[in-house]
């Protein structure tokens, strides 16, 4: 590797951009995937309804958990708010790894380890907290 692209790749500049990208990114999938339910559009109704809130799987409870992952992405990408924003961020993944323990006949297929479909969808969340992890250490040292 080259000395300047090795300088570009570890500079403060570039560290930014990427996790500048990865908070707007992880707000974008939250905007999405929030406006979705608030339209009544619910591919993952069988994660929700085997979790910890099954009530949010249609109906009301749909519109006010697509609201609250819409609100969610708005604040990541206007990067403010932070420990609140990423405390739900914390909230809404616990409520998605929940399925892990009321739902195991839908995230294992035909039986554990195997992943069906829907256990890939959440394992996949893993990132996504990590990734909100990351943001936030970021931002609040940055802040410090």
Same mark, same amino acid.
């Given at each position: 590797?080259?000395?300047?692209?090795?300088?570009?790749?570890?500079?403060?500049?570039?560290?930014?951009?990427?996790?500048?990208?990865?908070?707007?990114?992880?707000?974008?999938?939250?905007?999405? !995937?929030?406006?979705?339910?608030?339209?009544?559009?619910?591919?993952?109704?069988?994660?929700?309804?085997?979790?910890?809130?099954?009530?949010?799987?249609?109906?009301?409870?749909?519109?006010?958990?697509?609201?609250?992952?819409?609100?969610?992405?708005?604040?990541?990408?206007?990067?403010?708010?932070?420990? !609140?924003?990423?405390?739900?961020?914390?909230?809404?993944?616990?409520?998605?790894?929940?399925?892990?323990?009321?739902?195991?006949?839908?995230?294992?297929?035909?039986?554990?380890?195997?992943?069906?479909?829907?256990?890939?969808?959440?394992?996949?969340?893993?990132?996504?907290?990590?990734?909100?992890?990351?943001?936030?250490?970021?931002?609040?040292?940055?802040?410090?």
């Amino acid at each position: 590797m080259s000395t300047s692209l090795k300088f570009f790749l570890l500079s403060r500049s570039y560290e930014q951009f990427l996790v500048t990208a990865l908070r707007l990114g992880l707000g974008l999938i939250f905007i999405w !995937f929030g406006l979705l339910k608030v339209f009544g559009f619910n591919p993952v109704f069988d994660l929700i309804y085997h979790s910890l809130m099954p009530w949010l799987a249609a109906d009301v409870g749909l519109i006010v958990l697509g609201v609250g992952e819409f609100i969610i992405g708005l604040l990541l990408c206007v990067n403010r708010f932070l420990v !609140f924003t990423h405390s739900l961020v914390f909230l809404h993944l616990v409520g998605t790894f929940s399925t892990f323990i009321f739902g195991w006949t839908i995230i294992f297929d035909p039986y554990f380890p195997v992943l069906s479909i829907d256990g890939e969808f959440v394992i996949k969340n893993i990132i996504l907290a990590l990734s909100g992890l990351v943001v936030l250490t970021y931002e609040l040292r940055k802040k410090s």
